[in-house]
Structure formats: structure tokens, C-alpha cells
């Protein structure tokens, strides 16, 4: 299993299950976020959502995360569309 360094992945709790599990635990290199693929759907919303904004409330800054979740689900569901009918 593949995690990054947030410090609850590193609890004794969790190597213990790991190893119960027969799981072996791979760790993401410091300062490598490129490489764990939840970071580049992070990007995105970063910049779709939050540069050059000015939100007056934590209301605003929802309405703008879902509203851009919505258009990139619709987005990505019509990638994969044509992409399947392609193939």
C-alpha cells in the first residue's frame, strides 16, 4: 500500500495491521506530492477555485468547490465517453 507522510499513517496502530494484513507499507518521498495522484486533483481545484478569488464567506468558497466539481465530473464523463466509444 502506497501512502504519503501524513503522521496518522505512521501510528504503531497502523504498521501492526500492515503486518496482520500480510500489507506491505510504501511510503511517497518527502516533498514528492506529485507523486501521490490525489495532489493533482488538488492543483486543479486550486486553481479553479481559489486564485485570484476573494470569497466573503466559507458559504461562497463551498458554492465554488462544488460548482467546479460538478463541471469537472460532467468534463471527465464526457472524456471517457468518447474515449470508451474510441476503443
Do not use: G
Amino acid at each position: 500500500m502506497i501512502l504519503d507522510n501524513f503522521s496518522p499513517h505512521k501510528r504503531p496502530e497502523v504498521a501492526r495491521w500492515a503486518r496482520d494484513n500480510n500489507v506491505i507499507l510504501v511510503w511517497t518521498p518527502t516533498n514528492a506530492s506529485w507523486i501521490n495522484h490525489i495532489e493533482c486533483q488538488f492543483t486543479e481545484l486550486k486553481r479553479f477555485v481559489f486564485t485570484n478569488s476573494d470569497y466573503k464567506s466559507h458559504k461562497e468558497v463551498n458554492t465554488a468547490i462544488n460548482d467546479f466539481l460538478r463541471y469537472r465530473n460532467r468534463r471527465n464523463a464526457k472524456h471517457k465517453k468518447t474515449y470508451l466509444n474510441q476503443h
